[in-house]
């Protein structure tokens, strides 16, 4: 079964609105990385994270890496229109095994 | 974006007939993958390889298998394709598995009829 749950699936936000997606797992791992799908395209390598409580930024994103290592978080700020597109976490976990979250898609309305 | 190039692009196909596809990298990464895409449930690892002829089995590779005889070249086959893995599938690259970022290529729409 799916070992990283990521919500919302579904995220509609006005330009210039906040956005953000969690990811969660039942055990604890060991990174987490995050990719951006834009549509029609193919997931693209933003970030990882490894270390507790970690929090990384990419100019409007903000990534989190819950204390306990099993939840992170990506945070933009003031969406915009390129920021299109579904987002995915992947983690690792202690069996060294590498899971996909669902995934969630983002549409920002001008 | 890296050198890793799927093959086809797009096919349609019969139920019941093989169908090959094909990830070719110009990276020498170690690690390859292939991933089927599909709604509501992410993407899922099909097989993946840490070396020429050294491969392993995903969380969905039933009716699936995959061969490496090149480092650059990672097929995957399905034996008797069915309706069910309509899809679109993902071939990816890495240096190292899962503590580096992976590569993805362009994937391949496949609709079985």
């Known amino acids: 079964g799916q070992q990283v749950m990521q919500i919302p699936q579904y995220q509609h936000v006005q330009e210039g609105e906040d956005f953000t997606t969690y990811c969660n797992s039942s055990t604890t791992l060991s990174n987490i990385q995050w990719y951006k799908q834009r549509p029609g395209g193919h997931p693209v390598f933003l970030i990882q994270l490894v270390k507790s409580g970690e929090v990384k930024k990419q100019k409007r994103l903000t990534f989190q890496f819950g204390e306990a290592k099993k939840n992170s978080s990506l945070h933009i700020t003031a969406t915009q229109t390129t920021d299109v597109g579904t987002y995915f976490c992947a983690g690792t976990n202690t069996g060294n095994q590498f899971y996909f979250g669902t995934g969630t898609s983002l549409t920002v309305i001008p | 974006d890296a050198g890793i190039t799927q093959s086809p692009r797009h096919k349609v196909t019969e139920t019941g007939t093989p169908v090959t596809l094909r990830c070719h990298q110009t990276e020498n990464h170690r690690y390859m993958y292939w991933y089927r895409q599909d709604p509501g449930h992410g993407l899922r690892l099909i097989h993946y390889?840490?070396?020429?002829?050294?491969?392993d089995k995903g969380e969905v590779s039933d009716g699936y298998s995959v061969s490496r005889s090149k480092t650059e070249d990672f097929l995957l086959t399905l034996e008797s394709a069915t309706s069910s893995q309509t899809s679109v599938y993902f071939c990816a690259i890495s240096d190292r598995q899962s503590y580096t970022e992976a590569f993805f290529g362009q994937g391949t729409r496949l609709t079985v009829v």
């Open positions: 390889s840490y070396g020429v002829k050294d491969t």
